[in-house]
């Protein structure tokens, strides 16, 4: 048995850049993801809401860590091969979409009646209408609650060590199971978490002051 040492912090800490670039394929693929769903939701189109409500539904009624079960170890019985990064890859991106998508449906709906109406007015096409008048307005609505569930994406991620994908929650396991030390070793786990989430969590807030004392004036 060896003690937890810097080989063993510099461990998990690179574990971190996983966890990184998790995240960013997760809000990425979910972003886009996210857009289709929210523009489902408010489409004029009856199918394409039918799908993305059964969609979000599916998505935000069953827990992340069952989906990534499912496409780990349920793709190889449909004769699909998939390793751990593939797999947490397409659960998150899958579940970022379904609540991306809702988030971006609220900020869309709560543009103003008028804005809508006056964009009929002018003979503009659904399409034309998201582009040019109802999105630009949506955007800075829907800025502060992004980046906010970006601190989820991020958190989310420790669930893929499940599957045996190493960021740096199985890191942590893996020197934890080395060392017997496991106080000192999730500490500095939970100390990069904090590291990678707090600023977020603080431009969220700032953001959403800002806006709080835009609309005021």
Do not use: H
């Not at 019985?77 to 970022?96: E, M, R």
């Not at 008028?114 to 998201?130: D, H, I, N, P, S």
């Not at 569930?149 to 669930?159: E, H, R, W």
């Amino acid at each position: 048995m060896r003690t937890f040492g810097f080989p063993e912090f510099l461990f998990i800490l690179e574990a971190a850049r996983w966890t990184i670039g998790l995240s960013l394929m997760a809000f990425v693929g979910g972003a886009l993801g996210g857009l289709l769903v929210a523009l489902a939701r408010t489409s004029e189109n009856g199918l394409a809401r039918a799908v993305s409500t059964a969609f979000v539904q599916v998505f935000q009624g069953t827990p992340l860590l069952l989906q990534l079960f499912l496409i780990f170890f349920g793709a190889p019985v449909l004769g699909w091969d998939v390793n751990p990064w593939v797999a947490a890859g397409i659960a998150l991106i899958l579940n970022t979409s379904a609540f991306l998508g809702e988030i971006w449906r609220g900020c869309i709906q709560a543009i103003p009646r008028g804005q809508w109406e006056a964009a009929e007015a002018l003979g503009l096409r659904y399409a034309a209408r998201m582009r040019d008048v109802i999105l630009p307005q949506a955007f800075k609505i829907a800025l502060p609650p992004t980046v906010g569930y970006l601190v989820q994406v991020i958190k989310g991620t420790s669930l893929a060590a499940i599957i045996g994908f190493t960021e740096v929650t199985r890191a942590g396991q893996i020197i934890n199971n080395a060392t017997f030390q496991p106080l000192v070793v999730f500490s500095v786990v939970a100390l990069i978490y904090f590291a990678l989430c707090w600023p977020l969590s603080l431009l969220a807030g700032r953001m959403e002051r800002r806006r709080a004392a835009a609309l005021a004036r």
